[in-house]
Antibody, heavy 117, light 105 residues
Framework: QVQLEQSGPEVKKPGASVTVSCTTS????????ICWVRQAPGQGLEWVGW????????NHARRFEGRVTMTADTSTNTAYMKLMSLTSDDTAMYYC??????????WGQGTLVTVSS | NVLTQSPATLSLLPGERASLSCRAR??????LAWYQQKPGQAPKLLIY???NRAAGIPDRFSGSGSGTDFTLTISSLEPEDFAVYYC?????????FGQGTKVEI
């Protein structure tokens, strides 16, 4: 069965960087993009970006320009999202999800990133 | 492309019918999906391409609409259906989510 397993919670100081991992199983990693979505406490869903597992292309929302890097290790079927120059506004649950092109059909359990001095 | 969901909160009883609205500022064709999220859980895909139920989703959930107006209908609420529901469009960049509708008892 398809599964996406994310790394554990992180606590970071303002200005630091965080890397969240998403290890997939149950399907061919290169057949679907991986997207990243975040959710601030008590708020709605916000698209961060996507990573093409077939060619390494990426795309992200404008507000993350220059701050987000998405990569993958095809040998371990794992995708990564690195967010830099963290502020308290980046405190959120970060989700990875399998991209079917028009929707996301399987999601990771989420990784809580807390930014606090 | 802003998606506006209404109402923000829907207060209903088990067994009642729920109708949730999602309106797009620009046409999204039928590239609209609906997700359900329960507290402490990741979102779960319910409906894709406006009206197709995802695998394993009960037939009490149905989606309709095209262009700018969409509806998610739950024909008869079960206790496990009380949750927050989000719509999402992938037709225009950047993809966007609605702000959510909470269905509460």
């Amino acid at each position: 069965q398809v599964q996406l397993e994310q790394s554990g919670p992180e606590v970071k100081k303002p200005g630091a960087s965080v890397t969240v991992s998403c290890t997939t199983s149950g399907y061919t990693f290169g057949s679907h993009n991986i997207c990243w979505v975040r959710q601030a406490p008590g708020q709605g869903l916000e698209w961060v970006g996507w990573f093409s597992t077939s060619n390494g292309n990426t795309n992200h929302a404008r507000r993350f320009e220059g701050r987000v890097t998405m990569t993958a290790d095809t040998s371990t079927n794992t995708a990564y999202m690195k967010l830099m120059s963290l502020t308290s506004d980046d405190t959120a649950m970060y989700y990875c999800a399998r991209d079917q092109g028009r929707y996301y059909d399987f999601w990771g359990q989420g990784t809580l990133v807390t930014v606090s001095s | 492309n802003v998606l506006t969901q209404s109402p923000a909160t829907l207060s209903l009883l088990p067994g009642e019918r729920a109708s949730l609205s999602c309106r797009a500022r620009q046409s999204v064709g039928t590239y609209l999906a609906w997700y359900q999220q329960k507290p402490g859980q990741a979102p779960k895909l319910l409906i894709y391409d406006a009206s197709n139920r995802a695998a394993g989703i009960p037939d009490r959930f149905s989606g309709s609409g095209s262009g700018t107006d969409f509806t998610l209908t739950i024909s008869s609420l079960e206790p496990e259906d009380f949750a927050v529901y989000y719509c999402q469009q992938r037709n225009n960049w950047p993809q966007t989510f609605g702000q959510g509708t909470k269905v509460e008892i």
